[in-house]
Every structure is written in C-alpha cells, then in structure tokens.
C-alpha cells in the first residue's frame, strides 16, 4: 500500500508492503525499499531496521509522534486529502489513489462502473450531485473495480468511500 | 490518628496528598468541579462530592461547599494542598468551627505571613534579616521616591498585597521612578484590589533560597535543609533543587536557625517554608512565608529521606514530630523539573487531549502526576501536569539522570516545556551550579539535535501503524462517514474501550 505521510508540515510518499508477522517492505519517497522489522502495537511501532532500535510512540489521534525524546507532527493523510494537498502541489509526488471519496456531502447521481470493469486515469466513474451541480468523479490510476460501495439515489457524506480500486501491476 | 482525611484540592497535589493518606491506611476523599469528575485526583479517591462548575471561583474555592461535603463524606480532618483554599484563613477557622481538622498552620499564621508588610514587621521583630527597604507602603510619589533615592538604585517595587510578580518593578534610576511606581500600582490594584507599594533595594545577583521548617503543637519547630529555586522566569519556579549548590553547611544552619525564629515569631504549627533573597555576596533577607505545603517538596524529601505530608498528618492530629534538627541531615541530591502544558516559546498554556503518555521510570526517578493516558488539561486550572524529580548521590548524578528521564518522558496531544528543561540542563553555568534568578534571561543552548535517521523512523512507523490497522479493517466499508483513516479509528476505538 501507498501511503501520504506528513511529517513536521511536510509530505512523503511511503509504500508499505508486508511480507510477514512483524517484517515488511518499506520504501520511502525515492529512497530504496528496505526490510524493516516492526512490531505495531496500541502505543505506536517498534522498529529493528537492520540492527537500529527505534521505539516510535503515536499519538492516539494518529496526529503526532514520539521518538527519542523529540516529538513531531506526523500522519498518514487519508485519501481524499492526500489527493485534495496533490492538487494544491503540496506533495512531493502525484499518482493517484485506490480509494475514491465523496468530495463532499451529496447525492449519488450514478455509479458509471461495475465490480469487475477495468479503468483508466481520467475515466469517470460516479456522478455526485451536490448543490444542484453534478460532478464525475474520476480514476486517477488504472486499475480494475475492486468493490462499489453506493448506487444512485444514496445520500453520501464527505469522505465516504465510495469505489476501491485495485491498481494494475507495474 | 485520622481514619478519613479530604483533601480539597485536584491535579499532582491531590494526588501526592491521597499517596501518603494510603500509606498510613487513612481513607482518601476529595471534591471535584463539573469537569473533573474523572479527573485523575477523583479517581483515586474513595469518594468524591462535585462542589460546582469548572470554574474554580465556583467549585474548588467555594469554602462552604468543601467543608459540606467533608461532613457528608465522614472525613475528620481537610487537606488544602496548595493554591485554592490553602492560604485562606476565614477557611480555615471555618473548617475549625465546624469540628473538622484543619491540616495546616493556625489561621493566625496565615494571616500574619498573608501580608507582605506585617510579616516583615513580625519577622524584624524576631531579629530575622529583611531587604533594606522601609516595612509600609509609601504614603505618596515624593517619598517613595525619598525612600529610594535612600536607599540608592537600583531599587525594587513591590505590592504589599501581592505575589506572583504581580506589581513588582525593578527600578534602576530616578529617570524611570515615576512611570514605574504608576505602574506598579496600577497592577496591584488590579490584581489585589489594593494599590499599596513599597520600597525596598534590589539585590544584586539573587538568588531564591527557601527553608522548609517543620513546627509541632508541642514546641518543637526544625528546619528541614533549603531549595535553590533560582531558575524562574517572569518569578514562577521552573526548576528547584536541595540542597542549592550555592548554599554550604554554615549557611544553611544560620538560615535555617533564621527560618525557624520566623516561624516562631508567628506561632507556626505544621509545614511551612520561609523564602529568602540572597545576594551575589552570600546575605540573605527573608522574603516571604509560604504556609502551606509548597510545590517543590519531594526535592526536600528525597535528600532529607522524609514524608513532609506525614508529617504535616502528624502534626495536625497533635502528635509531636519526633525528630531532632540532629537527625535531618541532607543525603545526595534531588533535582525537580517543572512539567507544564505550555508553548515553550510563548510561554502560553497549551490545554488539551493527551493522545500519549509514559513517564520515566527507573534508579532516582520520582513523578508526581496529575494527568494520565485518558486526561484532557483543561484550560481552567493550572497548566502544571507534572513534577519529574530525580535523586542522585551527587549533584552531577541527579542532573544526569534527570537528562535520561526527560528523554524517557512521552506526552503528545499537549505541548510541554520538556525541551525548555534540556536546554537549561545543557547551559554551563546550570551544570556549573553557578546561576542566580537571571539564568533564563540569558541565551539558553539549543535543544539537542534528533539523531539521525529521526525522520524516516517516524514515516516508517506512522505507514506501518497505518497499514496494520488498514489490514484490521480488513473490506472497507464505504459507510465510514467521516474522513478518519483507520489509525485514527483505531484510536478512538481503543479509547471507547477504555485500553
């Protein structure tokens, strides 16, 4: 998974792929993917990365951390503001999302897929109807329809999950 | 002795106070505002009566209503702490004429030492040395000025009323007298509802030394060693220390034996402390009286290996201390680090949610806390969460170990001074044990740098922390309503659990 994570003002793309109890891949911006131990527990995530022990606490609202007696804001960014930060040129790579949001609160005009079908970036995927205007929501990264999580007439709230993707290989 | 004791206070001191009731097997009660009804303190008290709304005009200080819920809860004896009711004398006589004990010096006592210039009256009297200055406020403008120009600049201006800081200026020519005796009168009217001022002169290189004194009901009245408690900013203690690196075995006798005749000279009976001035030059002059309990006295009990809220027990149910000057003799070193919910930069309260807290544990670590993992530092009462103390056989030991336990120290959601506190660990002239009252006025070292390989640790962990709980989740829903991701779900579920 790919994740939007800002730190102390400031975000970077993290991929996260777990390949066993306690380890994963871990690639950070453009740096190299790395196996890092960790343990995540209710406090935060103790991390072996190589022979470097790092206790990182989190804070119970995901909003900031603890390392080493210094503390930073720090948070994974859900979807929807990863991508509405992208727009604004915030972080440090575009791409797109698995997840599309409700960019608002509104009424599903139509659902423009099926589980199953394959996208592209740009194609459209929802009608919302907000504010007696309606907008398409989009792909932002090919994929296939990996679930549908509303149909027309639905009322949505903003941020409701509305379309997972599942991205294409490569 | 007593079987039910309330202690009509919240926060650390509360919380310290029912520590040694549950040591001697005395039932703990309290009291709480509407917003504190699970506080900390309440929690840990075998009963507790709300007393009023968050305000503490309205609750903790509302006399009538901590003495009613003492009677309704069965408690013989009230503990003030410190702060609220702890200096109040018509609270105290209340608490007396309505059979309670009250655990604290005669009402007498506070009032004397409540009133800047009738304790300095009472203690000259008793041969205690005071600042040079003149013990009443000074009738106009012309003969403050007189007593100034006397006394020779610079020159302190301070409100007879007051404490805290609150109409003190320091004067260093004639040039500025005028505006700043304005000033300082109207601050202290607006602060004490009385604008007397008085003169006195200013110490050079002061120090703030204080003497904790221990009086009995049967005569006997000790002191129990001094505070250095010279890192102050804007006059609030920031950190304290016993004994002071300034102070040797002769001085702290003499000021001692000083503390002590002040104590008599005003019929003192429980725990008090008597604060000092003391100059570059090693004199000293009594400042004020606390008569209460103050902040800063595990540093005493660390390093004079006593309970002083036992004692003050002890004292109040008419036992006698039981101890000799001769068996109070200083170990080792104690080292207390004020923790406040506050912008180190600004220096503003910073009240909020504790999204995460550990305190240090460990060789010669005491935490005196009123928060934990579930509290919210309301913005109503005193930004203090914490006192982090550490013990060491030396001064060098306890400085070290107090550098581990803040770096141990976890609390997020609020913002602490915790860094303003390494910072004055790291300036020579703290490690030194060569600083007066103007140390954080002087450009501090920065804050140590993280090590590194900081930041890519925190986004590692923050993906991962957030990938696990992604996995937890499993299928999303789709119906989640809100824009939380599932780390932040997580969180609140585990607070709706309670865990």
Avoid at chain 2, 4 to 27: K, P, Q
Avoid at chain 2, 77 to 92: Q, T
Avoid at chain 2, 132 to 160: C, H, N, W, Y
């Amino acid at each position: 998974m790919r994740y939007t994570i800002e730190h102390d003002g400031e975000s970077t793309p993290v991929e996260v792929r777990r390949l066993g109890t306690d380890r994963y891949l871990v690639k950070i911006g453009d740096g190299e993917a790395r196996v890092i131990d960790a343990h995540a527990d209710a406090q935060g995530v103790h991390l072996l990365d190589g022979a470097h022990s790092r206790r990182v606490r989190l804070a119970d609202d995901g909003r900031s951390a603890w390392l080493g007696g210094h503390t930073v804001t720090a948070q994974a960014l859900d979807p929807h503001a990863a991508r509405l930060r992208a727009r604004r040129g915030d972080t440090v790579s575009g791409g797109g999302d698995t997840v599309i949001l409700s960019p608002m609160p509104g009424r599903i005009v139509q659902v423009q897929v099926a589980v199953g079908d394959a996208v592209v970036p740009g194609q459209g995927v929802v009608i919302i109807e907000a504010m007696k205007m309606e907008n398409e929501l989009r792909a932002e990264i090919a994929g296939t329809i990996a679930s549908i999580h509303c149909q027309a007439d639905d009322r949505v709230e903003g941020g409701a999950q509305l379309i997972v993707i599942d991205p294409a290989e490569g | 002795m007593f079987e039910r004791v309330l202690v009509a206070n919240r926060g650390e001191i509360a919380v310290r106070i029912m520590r040694t009731l549950r040591d001697l097997g005395i039932s703990p009660v309290t009291v709480h505002s509407e917003a504190d009804a699970h506080a900390v303190h309440v929690r840990m008290a075998d009963a507790s009566i709300c007393v009023g709304p968050e305000a503490s005009a309205q609750s903790y200080l509302v006399g009538e209503r901590v003495i009613d819920a003492a009677r309704r809860l069965g408690a013989q004896a009230i503990h003030p702490g410190y702060g609220f009711l702890s200096e109040n004398a018509a609270f105290a006589r209340a608490v007396t004429e309505a059979g309670l004990v009250w655990i604290g010096p005669p009402p007498e006592a506070i009032e004397t030492m409540g009133d800047k210039l009738d304790a300095r009256r009472t203690v000259e009297a008793a041969g205690v040395p005071v600042v040079p200055g003149v013990s009443r406020p000074a009738r106009d403008p012309a003969e403050a000025l007189a007593i100034a120009t006397q006394l020779g600049f610079p020159v302190m201006l301070k409100a007879s009323a007051g404490g805290g800081g609150k109409g003190m200026r320091l004067v260093h020519d004639e040039a500025s007298f005028e505006a700043a005796l304005s000033a300082a009168r109207r601050e202290a009217a607006g602060a004490f509802g009385n604008d007397a001022v008085y003169v006195e002169k200013f110490v050079v290189e002061p120090h703030h030394v204080e003497i904790q004194v221990m009086c009995d009901a049967h005569g006997a009245a000790l002191y129990v060693g001094e505070r250095e408690c010279s890192v102050q900013r804007r006059h609030q203690k920031v950190i304290e220390e016993c004994p002071s690196p300034f102070v040797d075995p002769d001085m702290r006798a003499r000021m001692g034996a000083v503390a002590v005749a002040a104590a008599k000279a005003c019929g003192y009976v429980g725990a008090g402390t008597v604060e000092f001035l003391v100059g570059g030059d090693r004199n000293f002059y009594f400042l004020e009286m606390n008569t209460r309990l103050q902040v800063e006295h595990p540093v005493t009990e660390l390093v004079y290996g006593v309970d002083l809220v036992e004692l003050q027990l002890r004292v109040a149910a008419g036992e006698p201390l039981g101890l000799t000057q001769a068996d109070l003799q200083p170990r080792g070193h104690a080292i207390e680090c004020r923790i406040y919910a506050e912008d180190p930069v600004t220096y503003l309260p910073s009240p909020g949610r504790i999204t995460a807290l550990t305190w240090p544990e460990g060789p010669g670590v005491r935490v005196d806390s009123g928060v934990d993992a579930s509290s919210t530092v309301p913005m109503a009462y005193d930004p203090m969460v914490a006192k982090l103390c550490t013990w060491g056989s030396d001064r060098s030991q306890a400085i070290r170990r107090m550098g581990r336990a803040l770096d141990e120290t976890v609390i997020l959601g609020i913002t602490t001074n915790i860094g303003l506190h390494h910072r004055v660990l790291a300036h020579p002239a703290f490690a030194a044990g060569r600083y007066d009252t103007g140390l954080l006025a002087t450009p501090l070292p920065d804050a140590p740098a993280p090590a590194s390989g900081h930041r890519d640790a925190v986004l590692a962990a923050v993906a991962i922390a957030q990938h696990v709980a992604d996995e937890a989740r499993a299928v999303p829903t789709g119906a989640a309503g809100d824009a939380l991701t599932g780390w932040r779900i997580e969180g609140h579920e585990r607070m709706l659990r309670g865990g």
